[in-house]
């Protein structure tokens, strides 16, 4: 499968592009570049800049997710999670950090917040119906396939 190409700006405050950790990864980790550290209390959220901005080509969106580890050690993840990126969007990439941890926790410059994912989006026609067909599931909603 070719890479696809998405333009990339680093922005004046930027620390580093986003990377992935290992080959083969789905996540790119998103770096925090704002210049002091940040300390999130209990229960508190806070937006952390990236210092990257994107260019995402037509067809394609990015997601921002939390990173497993900063949600394990310090209960730590991304409010507003999946974060949405449509392609048209230019500005910087901001990461809403939320503390669901017992103790404050400081976000420092360079620490790897988030993840970047890119992913296709397919185009979209609906088509109004009187009925839908019948499925398995049905109207089977909350709790449907078992606790």
């Known amino acids: ?8 700006q680093r922005l004046a405050h930027c620390f580093a592009l986003p990377t992935c950790a290992h ?3 789905a996540g790119l980790d998103l770096f925090a570049a704002h210049a002091v550290p940040l ?3 209990p229960g508190r959220f806070t937006r952390v800049p990236t210092g990257i901005a994107l260019g995402l080509p037509a067809g394609y969106m990015a997601f921002v997710q939390p990173r ?6 310090h209960g730590i993840s991304v409010l507003n999670t999946p974060g949405l990126i449509d392609c048209g969007y230019r500005g910087e990439i901001q ?7 017992e103790v404050p926790v400081v976000v420092s410059r360079g620490d790897r917040i988030a993840q970047l994912v890119v ?15 019948s499925s398995e599931r049905q109207t089977g909603s909350f709790g449907s396939s078992g606790y």
Request: net charge negative; hydrophobic share 50%.
């Open 23 to 25: 080959p083969g990864d």
């Open 68 to 73: 497993s580890g900063l949600a394990a050690r």
């Open 39 to 41: 300390s999130i209390a």
């Open 119 to 133: 992913l296709p989006v397919p185009q979209v026609q609906f088509v109004e119906v009187s009925t839908l067909e």
């Open 95 to 101: 990461v809403l950090l939320i503390n669901h941890g």
């Open 1 to 8: 499968m070719d890479p696809v190409r998405v333009a990339i």
